[in-house]
């Protein structure tokens, strides 16, 4: 007989339904020392349970960041990725397997108070979870809505300390070819880089990832932690990130690099202003067979359109 062993964060759903999970602890409490006790019971240490992150699933979920579409179904997502360091196929999960999540750390350095390495946990205990639904769309034109957790960039960038100075973040992906196959490919320029301006960074949309569908982020969607900027094309969603740099200089990303007639720095949705060699009008909604409009900054304008306002000569939308 088959039998599965439950994780601490299986109490949810596999859905992101956060909100019953929280109304069931209230309820249990409420019922006094009956839930609680069931809930005490001792269980032995189990191999499953080695994630140290695995506690701080699911977190309460943000409703000034809910929005009028379908979570796109988890079993979709798990399977349809972009995640280079792992070949260019779409379905990468077995591939990312391999992808090592502890011990993790994180360099912050560059233009700081103090430079520091931080382990991931001691780090995630020093933040704030909560759950945000963002809407998530790729440069290729399909999008997904995404029910991520984590904390905001702002908060990581208030830990970090930045000197005056510091005009860009700087993000960096592992470099590990013996963990990441696609690292051997050397037409690519590993690492991973990506950038934001300080302002884009503190803006309270862009946000530092740990886990999705309420639990820790799987391997393929950039564990243990990856950022998501939703008003931008999902390239600059760096994922599985080891060093973060503050700088004067705005970064090279990795697709710039690659192709800077094609990619830019700054990236932001918009559906007038095509790809060279495709329309960003419209965008395949993942899990249906639905295309529907794209809309600019990705319908994220009232958070973001301001940081733009002096900006007008930049390629803004590349
Ligand atoms: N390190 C790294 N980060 C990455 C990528 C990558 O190949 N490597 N792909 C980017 C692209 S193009 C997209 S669309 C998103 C995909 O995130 P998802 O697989 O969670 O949908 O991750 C971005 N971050
Ligand atoms: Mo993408």
């Known amino acids: 007989m088959l039998i599965r062993r439950r994780r601490g964060w299986e109490i949810a759903e596999r859905e992101a339904t956060p909100e019953s999970v929280f109304l069931n602890r209230r309820a249990i409490l409420a019922a ?32 000034r960041y809910t929005i009028e579409r379908d979570v796109t ?24 397997e391999a992808l090592k999540t ?25 933040m704030t979870f909560e759950e945000r639904l963002y809407r998530h769309r790729c440069v290729e034109a399909w999008s997904m809505t995404v029910p991520w957790t984590g ?6 960038v208030a830990y970090a300390k930045p000197l005056s100075g510091a005009k860009y973040v700087r993000f960096e992906t592992f ?18 880089v990506e950038g934001l301006t300080m302002a884009e960074a503190t803006n309270e949309l862009a946000f530092m990832v740990t886990g999705a569908y309420g639990k820790p982020l799987p391997n393929q969607m950039g564990a243990p932690i990856r950022l998501h900027t939703p008003w931008k094309y999902g390239f600059k969603s760096i ?5 973060v740099s503050f700088v004067e200089e705005q970064p090279l990303n990795f697709w710039q690099q690659l192709q800077s007639s094609e990619y830019g720095f700054w990236a932001n949705v918009n559906p007038e202003v095509p790809h060279p060699r495709w329309s960003q009008a419209t965008e395949t909604v993942l899990g249906t067979n639905q295309r529907i409009p794209t809309q600019l900054f990705n319908g994220y304008g009232a958070f973001v359109a301001d940081l733009y306002k002096d900006l007008q000569g930049q390629p803004l939308y590349m």
């Open 32 to 63: 006094g020392g009956f839930g609680l006790a069931a809930l005490a019971l001792p269980r032995a240490p189990r191999a499953e349970d080695a994630d140290p992150g695995a506690s701080l699933f699911p977190a309460k979920r943000n409703p």
């Open 73 to 96: 179904p988890e079993d979709i997502n798990l399977h349809y990725n972009n995640f280079y360091e792992y070949g260019t196929d779409k379905d990468l999960a077995a591939a990312a």
């Open 102 to 126: 502890r011990p993790w750390t994180i360099a912050i350095d560059g233009l700081v108070e103090a430079p520091k390495t931080v382990a991931i946990d001691d780090l995630f205990k020093a």
């Open 151 to 156: 904390f905001p960039l702002a908060a990581l």
């Open 175 to 192: 470099m590990d070819p013996a963990m990441a196959p696609g690292q051997n490919e050397p037409f690519y320029p590993w690492p991973y």
């Open 239 to 243: 994922k599985s990130i080891v060093k």
